[in-house]
């Protein structure tokens, strides 16, 4: 069947994605250390030599590889979106094929056979909008079980759209010592899971960073 080997490819995709946004972050943290050039500041000093503090070389294939890196994020990040459309449009026809078949087997169903249930909703058809890059030690996240890595499907009523950020801090915000229910894509694989924002010692009320993809 075409939808199993697609829906391995875009998990292998989103693996891969997660692997160049990693070395995307490392670069970026080495570029932009303390006394570092920056991802685009200038190489040269006030006088307009190069600079002697810094590897100018090496600086220059760093950023270079960064832009490559971003290009690729791009094509993968498209090359995902077009599987999931496909995956959802595939699920989307199985489900009115069900209902269908549902629907012509009602007056059976007097005569002992049961009604079909409804298709439960494919987590990995629906896109991830977030992942978390950051979780301090002792925080809430941690406590109730989030990871680095985790990318985010659903966060209690927030889907992918528009002003994430907002919106996952309201959502946290309004579920103050409430849980929340997350929907979250783990190495892979869907899974679901429930997260309390509550006040602790550190900053914020889950002590995670969510990074909009």
Known sequence: MVAPNLKAETMGLIDRREALEAEMD?????????GGPGITGGL??????????????????????LSELRNDHTDI?????????????????????????RSGTTASSHNGLSQSEPMEEDPVTRLPFAMIDEIADGSPAAADGLQLGDEIVKFGNVEAGDRLQERLVSEALSNEDSQVSLVI??????????????KW?????????????
Not at 47 to 64: C, K, M
């Open 26 to 34: 490392a670069i970026i943290a080495r570029l932009t250390a303390p």
């Open 44 to 65: 040269v000093d006030a006088e307009g030599f190069p600079r002697s503090d810094i590897d100018i070389p090496n600086v220059l294939a760093q950023r270079r590889r």
């Open 185 to 198: 894509i783990r190495q892979g694989s869907a899974m679901d899971i429930t997260v309390t924002p509550r």
């Open 201 to 213: 010692h550190g900053r914020g009320l889950l002590g995670c960073h969510f990074r909009i993809l």
């Open 77 to 101: 990040t498209n090359k995902i979106d077009k599987n999931l459309e496909v995956l959802h449009s595939a699920k989307l026809s199985r489900n009115e094929q069900s209902t269908s078949s």
